[in-house]
C-alpha cells in the first residue's frame, strides 16, 4: 500500500475515532445495525441474489471522485487524490492527464484533489472547477477552462476562494452544481477532533464557512471572483457568511442531487460513535441545521449546546459494527439497474459493504447490505446517463451494471 493510502485511512479513523477492505462481489459477513431517526430499528436485510455487480473500469492512483461534463456519454473523469484528472474515452484511459495541479497542492491523508465539477454550460463554455488542499494547508476552489477536449488550459486557473483550515483533516472537499445551476460546496468543519476551534466549535457558527454546505453562482460579479445569489438563507443576517446554505456538519465528504427530483442526501462523517445520512427534499436544505456537534447522529454530544431546529438523520450506522468514515452516495436513476432504481447507494471506507435504502422525509426504509464490497471504499460518482461508479482509494473504479 502506498504512503498516501496508509495516511489516508489513518487520519480517517483518526478523525472518526476522536483520535481518528476486499474486492468486488465479496459477501459481507454480518448485517450491520443501522437505526432510522424515526426511532427503532431499520429494517436491514442480505441481498438474496447478486443482481446487480461491479465491473471494474480502469485502475488509478488513489482515485476519490468521478463524474462527467453534462451530455457528454463518451468520457469519465477520474479525479486523483495526488492532483491528476484522468480520462477515461470511449472505455480506454487516455495517457495524457486532462488537468495536473499536483504542484499546487499538498496530498496526504484527507488532503489533496478532492473533487471537480463541470459547468452546466460546458459544452460551450468550457468552465470547469476543482476543489483542492493548497500548499498552506487549505480549502482552494478554482476555475480551469480547456484547452483541447480532453486537456485543459493550465493557464486558465482562476482561484475564487480559499478558506482557512486549521487542521489537516475534515476538509469536505466535494463540488456539485445544483438543480437550479448554482455551485454547492462542502467543507468540513475546520478537523481536530470535536469541533475544537471557537467557544462552540465551527459548524454552528454562521460567522465561518466552516462545517456547511455553501451556495454560490462562480460567474465573476461586481469586481468579485463569485457571486451570492440573493434566495441564499443568511444574505440579510447580520454576521452570518452570505455562502452559507446549510450547517451543523462535521465532514459531508460527498453528498448529492437527486437527478430526477433535486432531493439532497449528505453523508456526514461522525466522531467516535456514529455515521450518518442526512436527506431533505428539494430545496428544503436552504437554512437546514444538520446537528453537529450538539448532537452526533442522534445521539447527543455536547451537552447543555443547542442546535435549533436541528433535522435528524435518516441513516445512522455505529462504529461498534465496524464502521469509521461513511462515504455518501446517490439516488440510483440508472435505468439499466432496474431492481435499484430509485435506492440511495452507499457505504463505509472501513467496512467497504455497498448499501441500499429508500430515503423519504425524516426516514430510511428497506436498508439492505448487498453481495457487493469495495475495499477503502473512497466515493461514489455518476456519468452523463446516470450510470453509477464507485472508487476505491487502492485504485480500482467500478460501475454498477446488471
Same mark, same amino acid.
Given at each position: ?24 462481489? @465479496? ?9 432510522? &431517526? $424515526?426511532?427503532? %430499528?431499520?429494517?436491514? !436485510?442480505? +441481498?438474496? #441474489? ?45 495517457? @495524457? ?9 499538498? &496530498? $496526504?491523508?484527507? %488532503?489533496?484533489?478532492? !473533487?471537480? +465539477?463541470? #459547468? ?54 466535494l463540488l456539485l452544481f445544483g438543480p437550479d445551476k448554482h455551485l454547492y460546496i462542502g467543507i468540513g468543519d475546520g478537523g481536530g477532533a470535536g469541533d475544537q476551534h471557537g467557544p462552540r466549535g465551527n459548524a454552528q457558527n454562521l460567522g465561518t464557512l466552516l462545517g456547511k ?135 463505509d471506507y472501513c467496512r467497504g459493504v455497498i448499501q441500499t435504502a429508500v430515503l423519504a422525509s425524516g426516514k430510511a426504509s428497506n436498508l439492505t447490505d448487498r453481495k457487493l464490497k469495495v475495499s477503502q471504499l473512497s466515493s461514489f460518482g455518476e456519468d452523463a446517463r446516470g450510470r453509477v461508479y464507485a472508487t476505491s482509494l487502492d485504485g480500482p473504479v467500478y460501475r454498477f451494471v446488471q
Amino acid at each position: 500500500m502506498r504512503p498516501l493510502k496508509i495516511l489516508f485511512a489513518a487520519l480517517l479513523l483518526a478523525g472518526c475515532g476522536g483520535s481518528s477492505g476486499g474486492g468486488a462481489a @465479496t459477501a459481507p459477513t454480518e448485517s450491520a445495525a443501522a437505526t432510522a &431517526s $424515526g426511532g427503532g %430499528q431499520a429494517a436491514k !436485510s442480505t +441481498a438474496k #441474489a447478486a443482481a446487480v455487480r461491479l465491473q471494474k473500469v480502469g485502475s488509478f492512483d488513489s482515485p476519490v471522485y468521478v463524474t462527467s461534463p453534462p451530455g457528454d456519454t463518451s468520457r469519465l473523469f477520474v479525479v486523483e487524490q495526488g492532483g491528476k484528472v484522468r480520462v477515461i474515452k470511449n472505455g480506454k484511459t487516455l495517457d @495524457t492527464p486532462f488537468l495536473d495541479v499536483s504542484d499546487k497542492i499538498v &496530498s $496526504g491523508s484527507e %488532503q489533496g484533489l478532492l !473533487s471537480i +465539477a463541470f #459547468a452546466p454550460d460546458y459544452a460551450a463554455s468550457g468552465l470547469f472547477y476543482v476543489f483542492y488542499t493548497d500548499t498552506d494547508g487549505n480549502e482552494t476552489v478554482v476555475e480551469y477552462q480547456r484547452s483541447s477536449d480532453d486537456v485543459a488550459d493550465a493557464g486558465s486557473a482562476r482561484k475564487l476562494f480559499t478558506v482557512q483550515d486549521p487542521e489537516p483533516n475534515h476538509n469536505g472537499g466535494l463540488l456539485l452544481f445544483g438543480p437550479d445551476k448554482h455551485l454547492y460546496i462542502g467543507i468540513g468543519d475546520g478537523g481536530g477532533a470535536g469541533d475544537q476551534h471557537g467557544p462552540r466549535g465551527n459548524a454552528q457558527n454562521l460567522g465561518t464557512l466552516l462545517g456547511k454546505i455553501l451556495r454560490i453562482d462562480p460567474k465573476a460579479s461586481g469586481g468579485k471572483p463569485y457571486a451570492v445569489p440573493s434566495d441564499n438563507p443568511f444574505v440579510n443576517r447580520s454576521g452570518a457568511k452570505p455562502e452559507i446554505y446549510s450547517y451543523g456538519l462535521r465532514n459531508p465528504w460527498r453528498f448529492s442531487f437527486d437527478r430526477s427530483t433535486g432531493d439532497l442526501a449528505i453523508g456526514d462523517v461522525g466522531q467516535n460513535e456514529v455515521e450518518e445520512i442526512d436527506f431533505v427534499r428539494k430545496g428544503k436544505g436552504r437554512g437546514a441545521n444538520f446537528g453537529w456537534r450538539p448532537f452526533e447522529g442522534n445521539d447527543r454530544f455536547a451537552p447543555g449546546e443547542s442546535a435549533p431546529g436541528a433535522i435528524k438523520p435518516v441513516i445512522t450506522e455505529r462504529h461498534e459494527d465496524g464502521n469509521c468514515s461513511i462515504t455518501g452516495g446517490i439516488i440510483i436513476r440508472d435505468p439499466a439497474l432496474s431492481s435499484w432504481r430509485g435506492r440511495y447507494v452507499f457505504g463505509d471506507y472501513c467496512r467497504g459493504v455497498i448499501q441500499t435504502a429508500v430515503l423519504a422525509s425524516g426516514k430510511a426504509s428497506n436498508l439492505t447490505d448487498r453481495k457487493l464490497k469495495v475495499s477503502q471504499l473512497s466515493s461514489f460518482g455518476e456519468d452523463a446517463r446516470g450510470r453509477v461508479y464507485a472508487t476505491s482509494l487502492d485504485g480500482p473504479v467500478y460501475r454498477f451494471v446488471q
